[in-house]
């Protein structure tokens, strides 16, 4: 069975990176599409992006300029980077496995049970 | 970006009642449509794929219904473990978007 767990800092500084890793246990990272989301205290789920295990990237329109997702399929994990952070990205970080039902819906199936990051001083 | 709408965005409900969820798309989306529960603390979990497919290992007295903007999801009899936050999903385009969250409460 996939397990997926989150780890990285709780706090970041304003202006500096988040950074997140996501690490995949039960299972290979190969033949994948993973995806970070988080959401914001008191408001919703929002899509940062994904990475194909080949290393292919999508990202939402709306972070793509501060967004990096890199894969490590020796670690078996997968990592996100929010470059110049505000109060705004303070939010429960989760990651996801994507799969492609019929081979072509996309779906979040297992996700990490998601971790805290606040930006702040 | 396509917004997605659900309704209500709380409920409060009995054990064995049946509760239905709407998630309006504002295009469409055919079938590009997938509902999860949460639970506090814990991993979302995907309850309904394509709209109407029951993920493995789900009760099935959940289920999915719609296509193109219109969608439901419906709980036959509630259980004590069902009480949560629901969420639909739209993966038709980038970026994928879901709806604000439909609180289950226990009566």
């Known amino acids: 069975q996939v397990q997926l767990q989150e780890s990285g800092p709780g706090l970041v500084k304003p202006s500096e990176t988040l950074s997140l890793t996501c690490t995949v246990s039960?299972?290979?990272?190969?033949?994948?599409?993973w995806s970070w989301i988080r959401q914001p205290p008191g408001k919703g789920l929002e899509w940062i992006g994904y990475?194909?295990?080949?290393?292919?990237?999508r990202y939402n329109p709306s972070l793509k300029s501060r967004v990096t997702i890199s894969v490590d399929t020796s670690k078996n994990q997968f990592s996100l980077k929010l470059s110049s952070a505000t109060a705004a990205d303070t939010a429960v970080y989760y990651c996801a496995r994507e799969l492609r039902y019929f081979d072509w819906l996309p779906a979040f199936d297992p996700w990490g049970q998601g971790t805290l990051v606040t930006v702040s001083s | 970006d396509i917004q997605m709408t659900q309704s209500p965005s709380s409920l409060s409900a009995s054990v064995g009642d049946r509760v239905t969820i709407t998630c309006r798309a504002n295009q469409i989306i055919t079938t590009y449509l997938n509902w999860y529960q949460r639970k506090p603390g814990k991993a979302p979990n995907l309850l309904i794929y394509a709209a109407s497919n029951l993920q493995s290992g789900v009760p099935s007295r959940f289920s999915g219904s719609g296509s193109r903007t219109n969608f439901t999801l419906t709980i036959s009899s509630l259980q004590l473990e069902d009480f949560a936050t629901y969420y639909c999903q739209q993966t038709y385009s980038i970026p994928y978007t879901f709806g604000q969250g439909t609180k289950l409460e226990i009566k």
């Open positions: 039960g299972g290979s990272i190969s033949s994948y599409y």
């Open positions: 990475i194909h295990y080949s290393g292919s990237t």
